[in-house]
């Protein structure tokens, strides 16, 4: 784990995960993709978020997808995970290999089907899963307009 103890800071890049002709996770593809953003002065990656497919791909590819940006980054730059799902121990479980892994931080997005209808309950669905990674940063990923949860963030 590369334990930031600072604020990150600088431009975060929303990553995408490659997939080769078949739909199957292009692992190879990552590390020209981190060298090019990289040049491009990125000071860290979000990965596995709706650009980078995360909950589309199986927790397996997931987990294997978080490896090798964090393996590839080297440390060179910020890496965060989000680990969000329907389960939300699947979830904890994705946070802790993202934390295994050596990650930088956490993130998620909430569940879909089964909405948190309160704050209080957003927060208590996020501390299941931050509790897969205690010693990393945790960042809720509010996109209402994809999730439909509206509650107030700044609340949360």
């Not at 860290?44 to 397996?60: K, W």
């Not at 208590?124 to 931050?130: K, P």
Request: charged share 15%; with cysteine.
């Amino acid at each position: 784990m590369h334990a930031r103890t600072e604020p990150m800071r600088g431009l975060i890049a929303a990553t995408f995960t490659p997939m080769d002709n078949s739909g199957n996770v292009a692992l190879d593809l990552i590390g020209p993709m981190i060298d090019r953003l990289l040049q491009q002065k990125i000071a860290g990656f979000y990965v596995l978020g709706s650009t980078g497919e995360g909950l589309s791909l199986t927790a397996q590819e997931r987990i294997e997808t978080a490896q090798r940006f964090i393996d590839t980054v080297a440390g060179r730059a910020a890496v965060i995970v989000q680990v969000g799902c329907e389960s939300l121990w699947q979830a904890r479980e994705l946070a802790a290999a993202a934390q295994a892994a050596g990650a930088d931080a956490i993130s998620a997005v909430t569940p879909v089907y089964f909405k948190p209808d309160s704050v209080s309950t957003l927060v208590d669905s996020m501390a299941v899963i931050a509790s897969g990674a205690p010693k990393l940063p945790f960042y809720y990923y509010h996109i209402p307009g994809v999730t439909g949860v509206n509650l107030n963030p700044l609340d949360f």
